[in-house]
C-alpha cells in the first residue's frame, strides 16, 4: 500500500502544480489572490492588536479545514503544507518577506490546490472560499470585524441608499387612510401634514378604497422626485401641496411629561437626532409648565452615528470632553469635544439605561456621567465600544475592521465594560430602596465601584471586567427605573450624593 500511495502523491504534486500555472476550472486564483492581498494590507496597520501578516493568513488558511474537515494545513520547518490524515498533499516554501501580496500569493495557492482536491472545497466555490477564510481569520481578533460578501454588500448599500418618502407614516381608519405620525423637519412637516389628516389623493389619483400599504407605496420613490399629496385636515378643509421625496431617518426622539419633569425617549442615534433631541429641550423648557428634571431614556437603544452622540451631549454638556477614539492608525485617533451649546444648565439631568443600552447611547451616558452632568440609572450597560472602517474589496464585498476603542472622558473603555449606573435597579428593591435612603442623607454607596470603574484602562482582563460589572449586573429595564428617577430628581440632596465629584478628565 505504501508503495501504490507515493505515485499518487507524486500525481497530486503535479496536478496542484499545474493548477497553479493552469488554474482548475472554477477555481479564480486572481480574485481570490487580489481579495487576500488588499485585505491583508488594510488590516495588518489597523487591527487594534499588532499582529504579523503571516499569522493573520495562516488563521485564514484554516478556513479550507473549517470546510473540509479532512484537510490541515501546518507551518514547520520553513514549509506551508496541506495534509490529509498525515499524508503532505501540497507543500509550499513560506514567504521570506512578511507583505501582504507574498502571503496572499501563497494563501491563494493553497486554497488552488485545496480546491483541485476536495469535493467540499469545489462545492464552496470561490465565494465560500474567501468567506470561510475570512470567518476563520476574524475568529481571533473581535466579534464585530466581519467580511460581507458582494451580493449581501450590494444589498445593504441598496438598503442603505433605500427608498426615499416624505418623512411620515400612514394608518388606515375605517375606508380612510390617515397620517398618523409626521417626522420633525421632512417634507411632510413642511407642507403643513399633520397626525390625523385624511389623504384623499396622490398625483390627484384618488385614495378611495385603497389600503394604507398601497398609499404608502406611492409615497415613496426616488429621492428628489416630487409627489402632489391631496388631503383633508381637522378643519375639514381640502388641501393640496407638492412635496420632494427624501431620505428622512426614522423619528428616534420621542417626548413626554411626568408631572415636572420632562422625560425624552431616545430609540437610536440617526442623522437628525441630535437636532430632534436639541429642539426636544428647548420646547420643553420654553414651555410655560416649568421643568424640575430631564430623564433621557435610553434603555434598549443600540446605538448608531457616533456622531450623534458627541453632538447630542452637546445639547446638556458644557464645552469639554465628550470622548476619544484610540488606535494603532494614526486617523483612528480622534478626541470629541461638546462646545458651548449646553441648555437648562441647572436643571437636574437622570440617563435611564439598561443592558441592551449600547455603542453611541453608552457614549452619550457615559459623558453625562463622568462630567458631572447626570446620575445614570438602571444596569450595566452591553458595553460595545469599537469603532469599524470599511475597506471596499476587488471582488465587490467589503471589509469592517475595527481599528479602535472608545474611550470616555475619563479615559475608561467603554468596550467590555460598558456604563456602571450610579443607582443600580438590577439588584432588587429592596437594595435600591436602601441605595436612595442613603442618598438622601448624602452618602453614595456606590463610591467605591464607581471609582474602580471609571480609573480602569484598557486592556482588561475577563475577570477584571466581570468584577467592575458585577456591581451592578446587567438587566433589562424595569419599571420601577422611572420612579427611581422621579425620586431623585425630587430630592436634590440625593441627587447631588449620587453625582460622585466628578474626577479629572483625561486630556
Not at 475608561?412 to 456602571?420: K, Q, R
Not at 432588587?428 to 438622601?440: I, S
Request: proline share 7%; glycine share 8%.
Amino acid at each position: 500500500m505504501r508503495r501504490a500511495g507515493a505515485p499518487l502523491l507524486l500525481l497530486l504534486f503535479v496536478l496542484v502544480h499545474a493548477a497553479q500555472a493552469q488554474p482548475v476550472a472554477g477555481f479564480d486564483p486572481q480574485r481570490v489572490t487580489s481579495v487576500y492581498a488588499e485585505a491583508l494590507a488594510f488590516m495588518a496597520p489597523r487591527i487594534l492588536e499588532p499582529v504579523p501578516v503571516s499569522q493573520l493568513a495562516i488563521w485564514g488558511l484554516r478556513g479550507l479545514t473549517a470546510l473540509d474537515p479532512a484537510l490541515v494545513t501546518v507551518v514547520a520547518d520553513g514549509r506551508l503544507r496541506l495534509s490529509s490524515q498525515s499524508r503532505t498533499l501540497f507543500e509550499t516554501t513560506v514567504p521570506k518577506d512578511d507583505t501582504p501580496v507574498a502571503w496572499a500569493n501563497t494563501a491563494a495557492a493553497m486554497a488552488g490546490a485545496a480546491y483541485a482536491l476536495s469535493g467540499a472545497i469545489r462545492r464552496a466555490d470561490n465565494e465560500g472560499i474567501i468567506q470561510s477564510f475570512f470567518d476563520e481569520l476574524f475568529n481571533h481578533l473581535d466579534p464585530y470585524s466581519r467580511y460581507v460578501a458582494p451580493d449581501e454588500a450590494g444589498e445593504d448599500r441598496a438598503r442603505r441608499a433605500g427608498r426615499a418618502g416624505l418623512g411620515m407614516t400612514v394608518a388606515q381608519r375605517g375606508s380612510v387612510v390617515v397620517v398618523r405620525e409626521v417626522i420633525r423637519d421632512s417634507p411632510a412637516a413642511a407642507i403643513g401634514l399633520q397626525p390625523g389628516d385624511v389623504l384623499v389623493a396622490i398625483d390627484r389619483q384618488s385614495l378611495r378604497g385603497m389600503a394604507a400599504a398601497s398609499v404608502a407605496a406611492m409615497i415613496a420613490g426616488p429621492e428628489e422626485t416630487n409627489v402632489l399629496i391631496g388631503w383633508r385636515g381637522k378643519d375639514g378643509r381640502v388641501r393640496e401641496a407638492l412635496a420632494e421625496r427624501a431620505m428622512v431617518p426614522p423619528e428616534t426622539v420621542f417626548v413626554t411629561r411626568m408631572a415636572e419633569i420632562v422625560v425624552i425617549r431616545v430609540t437610536g442615534f440617526s442623522r437628525t437626532t441630535d437636532t430632534h433631541l436639541s429642539h426636544a429641550l428647548e420646547d420643553a423648557l420654553m414651555a410655560p409648565r416649568p421643568v424640575e428634571g430631564i430623564v433621557l431614556d435610553l434603555r434598549g437603544n443600540r446605538g448608531g452615528l457616533l456622531r450623534q452622540a458627541v453632538s447630542a451631549a452637546d445639547a446638556l454638556l458644557p464645552p469639554g470632553l465628550v470622548a476619544m477614539t484610540a488606535g494603532r492608525a494614526p486617523a483612528a485617533n480622534t478626541v470629541w469635544r461638546s462646545t458651548a451649546g449646553q441648555v437648562g444648565r441647572d436643571i437636574p439631568v437622570v440617563v435611564i439605561v439598561d443592558g441592551r443600552t449600547a455603542s453611541a447611547a453608552e457614549v452619550l451616558a457615559a459623558a453625562l456621567a463622568d462630567r458631572g452632568r447626570g446620575v445614570v440609572i438602571g444596569s450595566s450597560t452591553l458595553g460595545k465600544g469599537l469603532v469599524q472602517t470599511i475597506d471596499p474589496l476587488p471582488d465587490g464585498g467589503e471589509l469592517f475592521v475595527t481599528w479602535s476603542r472608545i474611550l470616555a472622558p475619563l479615559g475608561w473603555p467603554i468596550h467590555d465594560l460598558g456604563v456602571l449606573p450610579q443607582v443600580c435597579t438590577s439588584r432588587g428593591q429592596d437594595v435600591l430602596r436602601r441605595q436612595l435612603g442613603f442618598l438622601a442623607e448624602g452618602t453614595q454607596t456606590m463610591a467605591r465601584e464607581i471609582r474602580a470603574h471609571r480609573s480602569a484602562r484598557a486592556p482588561l482582563t475577563p475577570q477584571q471586567v466581570l468584577t467592575i460589572r458585577n456591581a451592578c449586573p446587567a438587566a433589562e429595564g424595569r419599571d420601577g427605573d422611572l420612579e427611581a428617577a422621579r425620586v431623585l430628581i425630587a430630592n436634590p440632596a440625593a441627587y447631588a450624593a449620587a453625582l460622585l465629584p466628578p474626577m479629572a478628565e483625561t486630556r
